[in-house]
């Protein structure tokens, strides 16, 4: 039962470490895939909440709430020209379809970023985890990338890899 115990407190240690690390891509995933849902809803509340989650995607740690102005307080990380245009919306503007399918487009190479990050994180851990004499498993949650999720980015429940013994890989 203490080995049990040891192995739990270790797996649960390196857990939260790459949950910590892997926070920024969870943010990032869920705002591309508001982004592209945005873009395909010509309105006004799409285009505030795709421009919204265009700046959580650019600074997931932003702290401006959907519908009120973007400040340098609210939002240090976020280019002025796109804190600019965010403003527009809220006071009435509109994107137009091409302005939209370009922020959809660089908010998923913003995005490509992330998952890169997010493969080096997983195997990283994945090592750390064999190391340790733990199941990567016990460690390791992932997510769907944009190609597993439709091409699209994002949500969606995650997708268990199991580890292979005879591999020594997760699959």
């Known amino acids: 039962s203490s080995d049990l115990n040891d192995y739990f407190n270790k797996s649960d240690k390196l857990k939260d470490d790459f ?17 592209e849902a945005s873009a395909k809803n010509p309105s006004a509340a799409g285009d505030l909440a795709l421009i919204f989650n265009y700046m959580k ?4 740690g932003s702290t401006v709430r959907e519908g009120e102005f973007a400040n340098a307080q609210n939002s240090g990380g976020i280019p002025d020209k796109i804190k600019a245009k965010y403003n527009q ?20 190479r913003v995005f490509k970023n992330y998952e890169a990050v997010k493969r080096v994180i997983d195997r990283t ?4 985890a064999k190391r ?10 992932t997510f769907p990338t944009s190609e597993q999720a439709g091409g699209g980015g994002g949500g969606g429940a995650p997708k268990r890899l199991r580890y292979n013994p005879a591999t020594g890989q997760l699959e």
């Open 19 to 35: 949950d910590r690390l892997s926070k920024d891509f969870r943010s990032t995933r869920d705002s591309y895939a508001r982004i």
């Open 57 to 60: 995607t650019l600074d997931p």
């Open 89 to 108: 919306i809220i006071s009435g503007e509109r994107l137009s379809q091409a302005q939209r399918d370009d922020f959809a487009s660089q908010a998923g």
């Open 125 to 128: 851990y994945e090592e750390r």
């Open 132 to 141: 340790s004499g733990l199941n990567p498993e016990d460690v390791i949650v």
